[in-house]
C-alpha cells in the first residue's frame, strides 16, 4: 500500500507565499512514480495543478504558470509545491497524488493514489 500525507497548507495573505510538502511512503511506493497536485475549492471539480516525474520533468497548469513551482526529493519520497503570488482564486484544499507510471498526466483518473488533502486558504 501507499500513503501520501500532504502537509503545510494555511491562511496567507493575496500575495503571499506558502510551501506544501507531500510526504510518500508505503511498502510498495516506487521513486519512478509520477506524481501530482491537484486542489478542489468548495463546490467545483477538482482540478489539474502540476504533475512531476521522477526525473523533474514538470508542467503546470496555465493558471499557476509562473507562480508554482514543483520538486522532489526521490532520495526522501518527498514531493514539494512552492506556491507564490498568491490569489484568493488560488483557496482550496490541495491534494496529492501519485500514479503507478513514470509519465505525467493532467487527468486525475489516471492517479492511483491520493493524500487527505491540505487547507489553503488566501484572504486578507
Known amino acids: 500500500q501507499v500513503q501520501l500525507v500532504e502537509s503545510g497548507g494555511g491562511l496567507v495573505q493575496p500575495g503571499g507565499s506558502l510551501r506544501l510538502s507531500c510526504a510518500a511512503s508505503?511498502?510498495?511506493?516506487?521513486?519512478?512514480?509520477?506524481m501530482g497536485w491537484f486542489r478542489q475549492a468548495p463546490g467545483k471539480e477538482r482540478e489539474f495543478v502540476t504533475a512531476t516525474t521522477w526525473t523533474g520533468s514538470t508542467y503546470y497548469a496555465d493558471s499557476v504558470k509562473g507562480r508554482f513551482t514543483a520538486s522532489r526529493d526521490n532520495a526522501k519520497n518527498m514531493m514539494y509545491l512552492q506556491m507564490n503570488n498568491l490569489k484568493p482564486e488560488d483557496t482550496a484544499v490541495y491534494y496529492c497524488?501519485?500514479?503507478?507510471?513514470?509519465?505525467?498526466?493532467?487527468?486525475?483518473?489516471?492517479?492511483?493514489?491520493w493524500g487527505q488533502g491540505t487547507q489553503v486558504t488566501v484572504s486578507s
Open positions: 508505503g511498502r510498495t511506493f516506487n521513486v519512478y512514480y509520477a
Open positions: 497524488a501519485a500514479r503507478r507510471s513514470d509519465s505525467n498526466s493532467p487527468d486525475a483518473r489516471r492517479y492511483d493514489y
